[in-house]
């Protein structure tokens, strides 16, 4: 089974999407000049291009793209060949109008955009098929192919008939019988109970609140009807090319895939990332996915999608401040990324996007993300011999599972402000702050060799995972658990007690009285420190309180708890106290930080034999480092501290102790 690694070949691949159809072909050979003066080595083409591709049904125009994959493979850059499917030409939708795909209310998702398309639709995985295996019979042997690229960003929603068809095939595979649907899904409620396949159809607009078992089913359905679509396309490439790695790319923290479940489809796993550069903790989120992508990799993954600057989509979209490209590049790359690409090269001229930024700005060659965009690529060339194929290694796990956060989203919940996405990244920039390095894994996942398990929020837990986390803090793990959690088994239905008996009986606590979700702004305050969002009124048995609420109904009763190894905390503390109780917790359980005293805005991040020290602050600092090391991008000898310029990065590699050396300061 290939790998990244077949792609890479012992370096850190870098370019972007290229979108040559765009262009006059004169300009081409000026496009592979400025890519090779960059040091790009990989560029993605074909992602929107099946226009270009079929201009009409069944007709092939290849021409161009062989002209093109042979001038970048001449110039010595690699090709991610895509499977355009992400974007029907109109001939499609004005021929096979079942093709386009129909909203909540049954209204069409006409062409003119893309992703319109159904993918539950027999028509449209036809011609996606059909296109895929004339591709790869193409193109499968050319030396410039590095990997396939499976669509783009699947994010399509579909409540048609023909969906509606698909769904009860997907109920009847999963459930078996209707009894056990109505069972699942708790039809005895408002008389919901169905008595044939045919009356099911998908969850669209309702009178009222719509049954959530029936919702969560249907959003796990769209999640393995577009990974359908992609096997499929996969498949077919890699038939003709076997020794060719294939991936797709992810959306970041996206609610509709279940990436556990792609990623494990994958030969590659790959995400598009666009933090925001006004947003003070970019470089947490960015990481964060980082560490998300990593684990769901199992190793090293692809950045297939970052901004040279602005974008487009946001209210006002900000450009990124001089640095700051280079600085979330190289972050990527320390938590994992053995490839890092950009949308797009060359900064289009026409259409929805000629606002957002390329390698290649609107201001040409001398523009300032075009000189950055070179010195990224000289130091990535310079690096990757030390670094591609290396491993981070964690301690800390943080749980994340995509059933849970579909059922956390149902209409009718105690609170619309407890976001999930929020609550993992609260917990995760605890962690971020503190330079303890974190992997993510799925609930039922093996956790061996963990010494500190953390579960933000996780509404939703099966039997199977809540026995994993039982049997881990027996066996010596330390538990860390936010509230609302194991409240719901994985239909959906409330577990008796409102919280999972097993555990209640692993975190101490005797009876859950009542949940009391605080309003937006409201405070309540706890031993030491404020917190917010979330509370609840506890009865604890064996468990010992940590910190109690100090006003309001609940006042003297336990905010968090420890039960030995294991510890629950019934609020959303505010960050220090997070950042302080979770560095305890960690401390007890053995974890300790990649580096501690580093000044403010510092991380550090070590992958394989490499310490990267990363200033995400808009000014210079100096930071300590016990030891000689090399200073890999600027070639110094650095020894006890080293200088990082604003937005500045530093890869050390430790060199043996030697006295007598001179200290210098390093880049």
Same mark, same amino acid.
């Given at each position: 089974? $290939?790998?990244?690694?077949?792609?890479?070949?012992?370096?850190?691949?870098?370019?972007?999407?290229?979108?040559?159809?765009?262009?006059?072909?004169?300009?081409?050979?000026?496009?592979?000049?400025?890519?090779?003066?960059?040091?790009?080595?990989?560029?993605?083409?074909?992602?929107?291009?099946?226009?270009?591709?079929? $201009?009409?049904?069944?007709?092939?125009?290849?021409?161009?793209?062989?002209?093109?994959? @042979? !001038?970048?493979?001449?110039?010595?850059?690699?090709?991610?060949?895509?499977?355009?499917?992400?974007?029907?030409?109109?001939?499609?939708?004005? !021929?096979?109008?079942?093709?386009?795909?129909?909203?909540? %209310?049954?209204?069409?998702?006409?062409?003119?955009?893309?992703?319109?398309?159904?993918?539950?639709?027999?028509?449209?995985?036809?011609?996606?098929?059909?296109?895929? #295996?004339?591709?790869?019979?193409?193109?499968?042997?050319? $030396?410039?192919?590095?990997?396939?690229?499976?669509?783009?960003?699947?994010?399509?929603?579909?409540?048609?008939?023909?969906?509606?068809?698909?769904?009860?095939?997907?109920?009847?595979?999963?459930?078996?019988?209707?009894?056990?649907?109505?069972?699942?899904?708790?039809?005895?409620?408002?008389?919901?109970?169905?008595?044939?396949?045919?009356?099911?159809?998908?969850?669209? =607009?309702?009178?009222?609140?719509?049954?959530?078992?029936?919702?969560?089913?249907?959003?796990?359905?769209?999640?393995?009807?577009?990974?359908?679509?992609?096997?499929?396309?996969? @498949?077919?490439?890699?038939?003709?090319?076997?020794?060719?790695?294939?991936?797709?790319?992810?959306?970041?923290?996206?609610?509709?895939?279940?990436?556990?479940?792609?990623?494990?489809?994958? @030969?590659?796993?790959?995400? %598009?990332?666009?933090?925001?550069?006004?947003?003070?903790?970019?470089?947490?989120?960015?990481?964060?996915?980082? @560490?998300?992508?990593?684990?769901?990799?199992?190793?090293?993954?692809?950045?297939?999608?970052?901004?040279?600057?602005?974008?487009?989509?946001?209210?006002?979209?900000?450009?990124? $401040? =001089?640095?700051?490209?280079?600085?979330?590049? !190289?972050?990527?790359?320390?938590?994992?990324?053995?490839?890092?690409?950009?949308?797009?090269?060359?900064?289009?001229?026409?259409?929805?996007?000629?606002?957002?930024?390329?390698?290649?700005?609107?201001?040409?060659?001398?523009?300032?993300?075009?000189? /950055?965009?070179?010195?990224?690529?000289?130091?990535?060339?310079?690096?990757?011999?030390?670094?591609?194929?290396?491993?981070?290694?964690?301690?800390?796990?943080?749980?994340?599972?995509?059933?849970?956060?579909?059922?956390?989203?149902?209409?009718?919940?105690?609170?619309?402000?407890?976001?999930?996405?929020?609550?993992?990244?609260?917990?995760?920039?605890?962690?971020?702050?503190?330079?303890?390095?974190?992997?993510?894994?799925?609930?039922?996942?093996?956790?061996?060799?963990?010494?500190?398990?953390?579960?933000?929020?996780?509404?939703?837990?099966?039997?199977?995972?809540? /026995?994993?986390?039982?049997?881990?803090?027996?066996?010596?793990?330390?538990?860390?658990?936010?509230?609302?959690?194991?409240?719901?088994?994985?239909?959906?239905?409330?577990?008796?007690?409102?919280?999972?008996?097993?555990?209640?009986?692993?975190?101490?606590?005797?009876?859950?009285?009542?949940?009391?979700?605080?309003?937006?702004?409201?405070?309540?305050?706890?031993?030491?420190?404020?917190?917010?969002?979330?509370? #609840?009124? !506890?009865?604890?048995?064996?468990?010992?309180?940590?910190?109690?609420? =100090?006003?309001?109904?609940?006042?003297?009763?336990?905010?968090?708890?420890?039960?030995? =190894?294991?510890?629950?905390?019934?609020?959303?503390? /505010?960050?220090?106290?997070?950042?302080?109780?979770?560095?305890?917790?960690?401390? +007890?359980? +053995?974890?300790?930080?990649?580096?501690?005293?580093?000044?403010?805005?510092?991380?550090?991040?070590?992958?394989?034999?490499?310490?990267?020290?990363?200033?995400?602050?808009?000014?210079?600092?100096?930071?300590?480092?016990?030891?000689?090391?090399?200073?890999?991008?600027?070639?110094?000898?650095? %020894? +006890?501290?080293?200088?990082? /310029?604003?937005?500045?990065?530093?890869?050390?590699?430790?060199?043996?102790? %030697?006295?007598?050396?001179?200290?210098?300061?390093?880049?």
């Amino acid at each position: 089974m $290939p790998s990244l690694s077949d792609a890479t070949r012992g370096r850190v691949l870098f370019g972007g999407d290229y979108n040559p159809e765009q262009w006059p072909e004169e300009i081409w050979p000026e496009d592979a000049r400025l890519m090779k003066e960059a040091g790009v080595t990989s560029v993605t083409v074909g992602v929107f291009s099946w226009a270009r591709i079929e $201009p009409r049904p069944g007709v092939r125009d290849f021409g161009w793209l062989d002209r093109l994959t @042979d !001038l970048l493979h001449g110039s010595g850059i690699g090709v991610v060949l895509a499977t355009p499917t992400a974007s029907p030409p109109p001939w499609m939708g004005s !021929l096979h109008p079942e093709t386009l795909p129909r909203d909540e %209310d049954g209204r069409t998702v006409w062409w003119g955009s893309r992703q319109h398309f159904c993918p539950s639709s027999p028509v449209y995985r036809r011609y996606a098929a059909a296109l895929a #295996e004339d591709l790869a019979g193409r193109y499968g042997g050319h $030396p410039a192919l590095t990997m396939w690229h499976i669509n783009n960003e699947y994010c399509t929603h579909c409540w048609c008939d023909e969906t509606a068809r698909h769904f009860r095939r997907w109920l009847r595979a999963r459930h078996g019988t209707l009894d056990a649907l109505n069972e699942s899904w708790g039809t005895s409620f408002w008389s919901q109970r169905y008595d044939s396949w045919e009356e099911i159809i998908p969850p669209r =607009r309702a009178q009222y609140t719509k049954n959530p078992g029936h919702v969560l089913d249907f959003k796990r359905f769209t999640s393995d009807a577009l990974l359908e679509c992609y096997e499929a396309e996969r @498949d077919i490439v890699a038939r003709h090319s076997p020794r060719v790695p294939v991936t797709t790319n992810f959306m970041p923290l996206w609610s509709g895939q279940d990436a556990w479940k792609w990623a494990e489809r994958e @030969d590659v796993v790959s995400v %598009d990332v666009y933090p925001d550069p006004k947003d003070p903790y970019r470089g947490q989120y960015n990481a964060m996915l980082g @560490d998300m992508t990593r684990s769901q990799a199992r190793g090293p993954w692809a950045l297939m999608e970052q901004a040279a600057g602005a974008v487009n989509w946001r209210g006002v979209n900000h450009p990124k $401040p =001089r640095g700051l490209n280079r600085l979330l590049s !190289l972050q990527s790359v320390a938590h994992g990324a053995d490839v890092i690409c950009y949308f797009q090269w060359r900064q289009s001229r026409q259409g929805a996007e000629k606002f957002h930024s390329g390698m290649l700005s609107h201001a040409g060659e001398r523009g300032r993300a075009f000189q /950055e965009v070179k010195r990224i690529g000289a130091e990535l060339a310079a690096l990757g011999p030390h670094v591609a194929g290396t491993a981070l290694t964690a301690e800390v796990v943080v749980l994340h599972d995509w059933d849970s956060w579909w059922a956390d989203q149902q209409d009718g919940r105690p609170s619309e402000l407890v976001e999930y996405t929020e609550l993992v990244r609260a917990w995760h920039r605890a962690l971020w702050e503190s330079n303890i390095p974190v992997d993510f894994a799925r609930p039922d996942h093996d956790l061996s060799g963990y010494r500190l398990i953390l579960v933000p929020h996780l509404y939703l837990l099966g039997d199977r995972a809540i /026995e994993n986390l039982v049997r881990y803090v027996r066996d010596g793990s330390t538990l860390v658990c936010g509230f609302l959690t194991g409240v719901a088994d994985e239909d959906d239905r409330v577990r008796p007690g409102g919280m999972d008996a097993r555990l209640r009986e692993l975190f101490g606590i005797g009876t859950v009285h009542e949940w009391w979700p605080r309003a937006a702004g409201e405070q309540v305050r706890c031993d030491g420190f404020l917190a917010g969002l979330w509370s #609840e009124e !506890l009865e604890l048995s064996t468990g010992e309180p940590v910190a109690r609420y =100090r006003d309001g109904e609940l006042a003297g009763l336990p905010a968090v708890v420890r039960n030995g =190894r294991a510890w629950y905390v019934s609020t959303l503390p /505010e960050p220090a106290a997070l950042r302080a109780l979770l560095a305890e917790a960690a401390e +007890g359980a +053995g974890v300790r930080p990649v580096l501690a005293g580093l000044p403010a805005g510092v991380e550090a991040v070590r992958r394989g034999e490499l310490l990267f020290l990363l200033n995400h602050a808009p000014t210079a600092v100096t930071a300590p480092v016990a030891g000689r090391h090399r200073e890999l991008l600027g070639g110094r000898t650095v %020894d +006890g501290a080293v200088e990082l /310029e604003r937005y500045g990065v530093a890869v050390l590699r430790e060199l043996p102790s %030697d006295p007598a050396a001179p200290r210098a300061g390093g880049g």
